[in-house]
């Protein structure tokens, strides 16, 4: 997580969270930032959850069983300002239309200059978020 720039009141969105390890890290360099992980797979936010009661009982992070291409804001949810994801076929070119999909929905859910790293740089590398 040393690669992420990491505010300690920033917003973060992990993509593809599986058992909640990388959030676990960024939600303990957080001060009045959040994070939230999101995963597709029940058993995924399941673990995440456990792993995670002291986090998301302090209230610096939460997570949510949703598919990266059908995240959308929920009311009152602030936008976010740092998004990463880890072996996501949607972002990591594997799945291109699902990629496009996913950066439309994170293009909404995001501030204006909020920036968003894969893996596949060294040690990340950063994707632009097209905006309309």
């Known amino acids: 997580m040393n690669a992420l720039p990491l505010k300690p009141h920033a917003r973060v969105l ?3 969270c599986g058992p909640g390890a990388a959030a676990r890290e960024v939600a303990s360099r957080l001060d009045t ?3 939230l992980a999101i995963d597709r797979s029940a058993t995924a936010i399941a673990q995440a959850t ?6 998301i009982a302090a209230g610096r992070m939460s997570v949510r069983q949703v598919a990266a291409e059908d995240f959308v804001l929920e009311a009152g949810e602030q936008p976010y300002d ?10 990591d070119g594997r799945h ?3 990629g496009r999909l996913i950066l439309r929905r994170l293009a909404a859910a995001t501030t204006a200059d909020a920036r ?6 060294s040690p ?3 994707l632009p978020i097209p905006r309309p």
């Open 14 to 16: 992990e993509i593809g």
């Open 33 to 35: 930032g959040h994070i």
């Open 50 to 55: 456990a792993g995670a009661a002291q986090a």
């Open 82 to 91: 740092l998004v990463f994801a880890i072996r996501v076929g949607g972002l």
């Open 96 to 98: 291109p239309g699902v």
């Open 116 to 121: 968003l790293f894969i893996d596949g740089g």
């Open 124 to 126: 990340l590398r950063e």
